[in-house]
């Protein structure tokens, strides 16, 4: 494929997506994340797209926010990898509520194995997931139906929300940022993930590498509130991705990456499915940032992290 046709369909997979990684560009166009990372700088420079940590996105600053048939295309083996270290952290006879979106999808196709389970959750795809597993319980909140992502939103859903108490929420989002937390595109969906959060004594954001430094227009979770974040390995070259994880870290944020080397701790549930997880010790919230992080991402000798799970001491 010549290089004005590469990147004809590059653009086109963006405008149509919205957001879209380095690497299911190079998969549709069958080529290397080098040579489409060239791309994409060239289409950059002619005002077409912007980059972002491992992608490409829309111009403008804020992604605009993709429907779910295109979701549901991106990052499909991040998402599974994800999923099944989170499926992890939820124990039998556990009350929690699951925000909407593609990898929480993911999340509770893994649930249906929880015995005693009771699932809180204002989406649809979730809801239908879970609808024939044995031993484990749906709530649906109330709501008006959003048919771009299959979740139930406004005020009724809101008010649905109230006195409820679970011991975590499972979030995922358009992008998330150490400087403002987890953010989405739209405004009625933030407000439910707002109330989600609310109802919960633990938060875990589920989000691959390619929403690591997006910020878009509505956050719904700041940084502070958010207990641990899951997410996977970002690529070898991508340092601003791994710069946004220690810093995450740094503000007391744990991190948990699926597929890393190395083990769970022994105080961690094993990672389901043969998914590996590694974690490392993290600073306080409060405390001065620290390098917890330094050289922990790569094999090579490197400033970077590697991949790992970063909770408080």
Do not use: C, W
């Not at 963006?14 to 289409?43: F, I, K, M, P």
């Not at 490409?56 to 048939?69: D, I, K, Q």
């Amino acid at each position: 494929m010549f290089a004005a046709e590469r990147r004809q369909l590059i653009l086109e997979m963006v405008r149509a997506n919205g957001a879209v990684s380095l690497r299911e560009l190079a998969r549709v166009v069958q080529t290397s994340e080098v040579t489409v990372r060239r791309d994409v700088r060239a289409l950059e420079a002619e005002g077409l797209l912007d980059r972002r940590h491992g992608g490409a996105v829309l111009p403008g600053g804020f992604t605009r926010e993709s429907g779910f048939p295109q979701k549901s295309h991106l990052a499909t083996a991040e998402k599974t990898a994800i999923a099944d270290v989170a499926a992890g952290l939820v124990e039998e006879g556990e009350a929690i509520v699951v925000g909407a979106g593609t990898t929480t999808q993911e999340l509770a196709r893994r649930l249906a194995r929880v015995p005693g389970l009771t699932v809180v959750t204002n989406s649809l795809l979730v809801a239908q997931a879970l609808a024939h597993a044995n031993r484990v319980e749906v709530v649906m909140t109330g709501g008006t139906l959003r048919g771009s992502n299959y979740a139930l939103v406004g005020s009724g859903a809101e008010q649905s929300l109230q006195g409820l108490r679970v011991s975590k929420a499972f979030l995922s989002g358009s992008g998330l940022t150490a400087e403002r937390g987890l953010s989405t595109s739209n405004m009625l969906s933030a407000s439910v993930d707002r109330a989600l959060v609310q109802a919960a004594s633990e938060v875990v954001v589920l989000a691959d590498h390619t929403k690591l430094g997006t910020d878009t227009m509505f956050r719904t979770v700041p940084t502070e509130a958010i207990t641990r974040l899951v997410t996977d390995e970002p690529p070898a070259h991508d340092d601003r991705a791994a710069t946004e994880l220690q810093a995450l870290a740094d503000q007391g944020v744990q991190i948990t990456v699926a597929g890393a080397a190395g083990a769970p701790a022994p105080d961690q549930p094993q990672a389901p499915r043969g998914q590996r997880s590694s974690q490392l010790p993290g600073p306080r919230r409060g405390q001065v940032p620290g390098s917890a992080l330094r050289g922990v991402l790569s094999d090579q000798p490197t400033d970077r992290p590697r991949v790992a799970d970063l909770r408080r001491r």
